[in-house]
């Protein structure tokens, strides 16, 4: 169970487009489409924002937008807001359990 | 409303244990089945264990296999987590999230309960 890789920072604009990726393998990633993604503010819990690799729940800003291809899955988040600074960690299932990436710090400048 | 709400954290030395309990509401316990997840100070999230609708699959994380024990009282609407022969790297804030689907989208979390282990 291995951790997914992640960017640790990524930083952009307000109004820009950031992705943020996240790597695993052929035994997780790139077996299931079962990739998840959770925003975090510090010192609150996570904020579910994708599943099922590029779904995306009601209530959630259609700024937010995941994809897929091979092992890696990626975030996307359009019309950068001062808001969206937070972590965000990407998740999947692997082998009868759920593994995280490491998280990424989005700053917006 | 769906609501989580964790207790039973605390500082407890190495060796001992711990009961870690979230008590739900909002929706229909007993259909869904539930996780646990972790996060240690100024660390990643990490999923701990998880418990189909009726208790009768649980599964973990290696890092805790065979010391911790998640478990569910669906009368009680209460999740559990035991926490056996604690290790000071499972000093961590605990959440109990609900998934949309069991192995995809935890879209409910409770607002966590910090244990520290430390002599």
């Known amino acids: 169970q291995s951790a997914l890789t992640q960017p640790a920072s990524v930083s952009a604009s307000p109004g820009q487009s950031i992705t943020i990726s996240c790597t695993g393998t052929?035994?997780?990633?790139?077996?299931?489409?079962?990739v998840s993604w959770y925003q975090q503010y510090p010192g609150k819990a996570p904020k579910f924002l994708i599943y099922?690799?590029?779904k995306r729940p009601s209530g959630v800003s259609n700024r937010f937008s995941g994809s897929k291809s091979g092992n890696t899955a990626s975030l996307t988040i359009s019309g950068l807001r001062a808001e969206d600074e937070a972590h965000y960690y990407c998740?999947?299932?692997?082998?009868?359990?759920?593994?995280f990436g490491g998280g990424t710090k989005l700053t917006v400048l | 409303q769906v609501q989580l709400v964790e207790s039973g954290g605390g500082v407890v030395q190495p060796g001992r244990s711990l009961r870690l309990s979230c008590a739900v509401s909002?929706?229909?316990?007993?259909?869904?089945?539930m996780h646990w997840v972790r996060q240690a100070p100024g660390k990643g999230l990490e999923w701990v264990a998880g418990?189909?609708?009726?208790?009768?699959?649980?599964y973990y994380a290696d890092s805790v296999k065979g010391r911790f024990t998640i478990s569910r009282d669906n009368f009680k609407n209460t999740l559990y987590l035991q926490l056996n022969s604690l290790r000071p790297e499972d000093t961590a804030t605990y959440y109990c999230?609900?998934?949309?689907?069991?192995?995809?989208?935890?879209?409910?979390w409770g607002q966590g309960t910090t244990v520290t282990v430390s002599s």
């Open positions: 999230a609900k998934p949309y689907n069991f192995w995809t989208g935890l879209d409910v």
């Open positions: 909002g929706f229909t316990f007993s259909d869904h089945g």
């Open positions: 418990t189909s609708y009726d208790g009768s699959n649980e």
């Open positions: 052929s035994s997780d990633v790139g077996s299931y489409n079962l």
């Open positions: 099922d690799d590029i």
């Open positions: 998740c999947s299932y692997a082998r009868s359990g759920l593994v």
